[in-house]
């Protein structure tokens, strides 16, 4: 009796590293660009609003301000391990049949069209992998006869 094939499991989350850390790399950049604007804008409104009323000197503005700044700083300590992780996570979608993918084509290239490639569900370049299992099926009977 036969066991029943499991569908692929992942194996390691990196495998793709540069593509991975790259897209990881500009994720991040955009959400630190947009939150430190975003900081810094407020920080600067409620400053200026603050210096035209000249409430500056106040102790609980003081505590305003420190509280404003911890909560960036709280905010980003919990944001960069998340959208690094997400980042990593939806990259693995498309690095992982990229893979899969170069290696069938490295192997039609050596002229062996014995191959089928098998994406787990939910990767992306399905629609790739299929064409290229039709190209090597082609291929195969065309070398047969």
């Given amino acids: 009796m036969t066991k029943p094939t499991r569908p692929s ?3 390691q989350w990196l495998v793709d590293r540069p593509l991975q850390l790259r897209f990881v790399r500009a994720v991040l950049l955009v959400v630190l660009v947009m939150g430190a604007t975003a900081a810094l804008g407020t920080y600067g409104a409620l400053w200026f609003t603050l210096y035209s009323f000249e409430l ?3 102790a609980y503005i003081k505590a305003l301000f420190s509280t404003i700044l911890w909560t960036i700083v709280l905010e980003l300590v919990v944001l960069i391990p998340l959208v690094s992780w997400l ?3 939806l990259t693995h979608r498309v690095a992982g049949p990229l893979v899969r ?3 069938a084509l ?3 290239a ?3 069209f014995d191959i089928h490639l098998q994406l787990r569900k939910g ?3 399905m629609d790739l992998a299929e064409d290229i299992n039709r190209l090597a099926e082609f291929l195969r009977r065309r070398s047969a006869s």
């Fill in 9 to 11: 499991r992942r194996r």
């Fill in 56 to 58: 500056l000197k106040e």
């Fill in 87 to 89: 980042g990593i996570f």
């Fill in 101 to 103: 993918i170069r290696a």
């Fill in 106 to 108: 490295s192997q039609m």
């Fill in 110 to 112: 050596k002229g062996d």
């Fill in 123 to 125: 990767d992306a370049l």
